[in-house]
């Protein structure tokens, strides 16, 4: 099984590296955390203008039909440069899904505008009181003559502040369905949440909200949810990566009693440890990615990935700041924004634990 990218996939992470470096300074992210929200427009821009916004999106809306694996690669990069643009809710959360089971008058209002910056989007998944993200409970829909009402509250909603539209998770009376709200209508009602790496978040209130609904095969709300938590671990290779990276260049120029700090055994262990995890959480990453860019299940997959990007992630940020010593805990020190992007991913979407409780209702009893 070979996992190294194609000339394309490659280009796609050099094109984002080099804007994601030039325009997410340390001194620009500074900038914008001081602000009421973590969004940069003009990067968002940039982002469009380069044509990576629309590098998963189908032929039909005007792009070249990539897939899972370079979006990933896209992914990595913003975890690389813990970039202040939407690329996560907007391109995985919200255009995903509408450019698979959207039909064709939904796919033309929104996915021409997400290529070229215009919209943005998300998807509302978690409820409150309700620990799985797929499987809706408390929000409901029902249908009244060719429109869908959506009715519940959505917690930690990605970007829901910026977005246009929303996919919402809910109940109908055929089962759990995926259901687009305008984000501007009345019946919808964002509340933005603090948090601690000044990400933007919302909680999403919808009452008897008009709402047009997703169709597919299958077990749609779920299959988000997979493409969603492998979203996620690709964002925690380039936050995993970019931390690690970090740490060995302060360990290597250091000093402490006439030689660097990175000479000290337990220093070489730790920083050992946290690069095993860092392989730990790419292969596994993009073995789920590699699944379901072929067509192929990888529910089982994602949860794995999903446990190593919130169990082994959260040791190699820790390991990233505690190597810094006091630096390390420097809200305006670099390595601060690692540990709380990954920290964000650890929780989102399921922490390590329930990842291991889906994997083990995944195993009928007989064969455990």
């Known amino acids: 099984m070979d996992f190294s990218f194609n000339e394309e996939q490659e280009?796609?992470?050099?094109?984002?590296?080099?804007?994601?470096?030039?325009?997410?300074?340390?001194?620009?992210?500074?900038?914008?955390?001081?602000?009421?929200?973590?969004?940069?427009?003009?990067?968002?821009?940039?982002?469009?203008?380069?044509?990576?916004?629309g590098i998963a999106l189908p032929e039909a809306v005007g792009r070249s039909g990539g897939g899972f694996l370079e979006l990933g690669v896209l992914l990595s990069e913003v975890g690389w440069s813990v970039a202040p643009v939407p690329v996560y809710a907007t391109l995985v959360l919200g255009a995903d899904p509408i450019a698979r089971h959207g039909d064709a008058d939904l796919q033309q209002q929104y996915?021409?505008?997400?290529?070229?910056?215009?919209?943005?989007?998300?998807?509302?998944?978690?409820?409150?009181?309700?620990?799985?993200?797929?499987?809706?409970?408390?929000?409901?829909?029902?249908q009244k003559n060719d429109?869908?009402?959506?009715?519940?509250?959505?917690?930690?909603?990605?970007?829901?502040?910026?977005?246009?539209?929303?996919?919402?998770?809910?109940?109908?009376?055929?089962?759990?369905?995926?259901?687009?709200?305008?984000?501007?209508?009345?019946?919808?009602?964002?509340?933005?949440?603090p948090t601690t790496d000044s990400q933007p978040y919302a909680q999403v209130t919808l009452t008897n909200a008009p709402a047009r609904r997703l169709r597919g095969d299958g077990d749609i709300v779920g299959s988000l949810y997979t493409r969603a938590v492998v979203g996620l671990c690709a964002i925690q290779v380039g936050v995993t990566e970019r931390a690690l990276r970090i740490a060995a260049?302060?360990?290597?120029?250091?000093?402490?009693?006439?030689?660097?700090?990175?000479?000290?055994?337990?220093?070489?262990?730790?920083?050992?440890?946290?690069?095993?995890?860092?392989?730990?959480?790419?292969?596994?990453?993009?073995?789920?990615?590699?699944?379901?860019a072929e067509g192929r299940p990888a529910a089982r997959d994602a949860s794995i990935a999903k446990f190593w990007a919130a169990e082994a992630g959260a040791r190699v940020v820790a390991t990233a700041q505690q190597v810094h010593g006091g630096m390390g805990i420097d809200i305006t020190y670099p390595v601060s924004r690692y540990y709380l992007w990954a920290k964000d991913i650890e929780l989102a979407l399921g922490t390590a634990s329930q990842q291991l409780a889906r994997l083990g209702t995944a195993y009928p009893e007989g064969r455990r």
């Open 11 to 53: 280009t796609v992470g050099k094109v984002a590296r080099q804007l994601f470096e030039a325009r997410a300074t340390p001194e620009r992210l500074t900038e914008l955390e001081s602000g009421d929200l973590r969004h940069d427009p003009e990067l968002w821009s940039e982002l469009a203008s380069s044509d990576l916004l």
């Open 111 to 142: 996915l021409p505008g997400v290529i070229d910056g215009s919209v943005i989007l998300t998807a509302a998944l978690a409820e409150p009181g309700n620990s799985d993200p797929a499987a809706p409970r408390s929000t409901t829909a029902r």
């Open 249 to 292: 260049s302060y360990t290597a120029e250091r000093e402490q009693f006439g030689r660097p700090i990175g000479s000290f055994q337990a220093v070489q262990q730790r920083m050992a440890d946290a690069f095993i995890d860092t392989e730990a959480i790419r292969w596994t990453t993009w073995h789920a990615a590699w699944l379901i």
């Open 147 to 193: 429109t869908w009402l959506v009715d519940g509250v959505k917690d930690m909603v990605p970007a829901a502040q910026l977005a246009n539209a929303i996919v919402v998770s809910a109940v109908a009376d055929d089962g759990p369905g995926l259901f687009v709200v305008d984000a501007a209508a009345a019946e919808v009602v964002i509340a933005p949440v």
